[in-house]
């Protein structure tokens, strides 16, 4: 079974406007941390946002929040006010375990793009 | 700034000639990892040290072999390259701790079988 399911290939949203991209997990581990990542064609990848699984509040990052809902295991990504620049894959990412040592899981990824 | 760096950003090799690429960190972190990303895909962990300890994927083929000589530096070598492990190769670090926090990434080495 998927651990991270992304189900949005791709989207097109016009610029400045509000993006939700949707990511659902699957874990039996009481300790995990959520994590989203931009991935721009150059190929490096930025971390975004982190949700830690005993965080009581939803995670800010400037124009990124992360819309935690424990109990329908889901982690989506908005992004409020969308640039161009946030043209991108998007990956979202889990970390299992009390010290996640064994490193991320990745979504499938959603592929954003920005229209002017 | 502390950062991870990957050389070089793009490697060319020869089907079945050894390469290696290379990643180094200033972050102190004690956990480096290798993904392979390819065209299209999510990345997928191949192993990673967690300090000398080496851990490897169960899927991960044998033509694939890490080093790690010391904290700063990590290793990647494919023993035989084949066309089908033409990918974007990230390395990655973190520290393992309570609460589990991110990795970070360096830019990648985009690597092209001919």
């Known amino acids: 079974a998927q651990k991270i399911t992304q189900t949005q290939p791709g989207m097109f949203v016009q610029e400045k406007e509000a993006v939700t991209l949707d990511c659902t997990y699957d874990?039996?581990?009481?300790?995990?941390?959520l994590f989203w990542y931009k991935q721009p064609s150059s190929g490096e990848m930025i971390f975004l946002i982190y949700?830690?699984?005993?965080?009581?509040q939803n995670a800010t990052e400037g124009r990124y929040s992360l819309n935690f809902q424990k109990a329908r295991k889901s982690a989506n990504l908005v992004i409020s006010a969308s640039q161009l620049g946030d043209s991108a894959m998007y990956f979202c990412?889990?970390?299992?375990?009390?010290?996640?040592?064994?490193?991320?899981?990745f979504g499938k990824g959603t592929h954003l793009i920005i229209q002017p | 700034d502390a950062m991870v760096i990957q050389n070089p950003r793009y490697q060319v090799t020869q089907f079945g000639k050894p390469v290696t690429l290379s990643c180094s960190q200033t972050?102190?972190?004690?956990?480096m990892y290798w993904y392979q990303q390819k065209s299209s895909q999510a990345p997928k962990l191949l192993f990673h040290?967690?300090?000398?300890?080496?851990?490897n994927e169960a899927d991960t083929p044998d033509n694939f072999q890490s080093r790690r000589p010391n904290t700063s530096f990590c290793f990647l070598d494919i023993r035989s390259p084949g066309l089908g492990d033409a990918a974007m190769y990230l390395c990655?670090?973190?520290?393992?701790?309570?609460?589990?926090?991110?990795?970070?990434f360096g830019n990648g080495t985009r690597l092209t079988v001919t």
């Open positions: 990655a670090t973190s520290v393992r701790a309570f609460p589990v926090s991110p990795l970070h």
């Open positions: 874990t039996s581990d009481p300790s995990y941390g």
């Open positions: 949700q830690g699984s005993y965080d009581q």
């Open positions: 990412a889990m970390r299992e375990g009390g010290e996640g040592a064994d490193g991320l899981t």
């Open positions: 972050l102190n972190h004690n956990v």
């Open positions: 040290y967690y300090d000398k300890d080496f851990n």
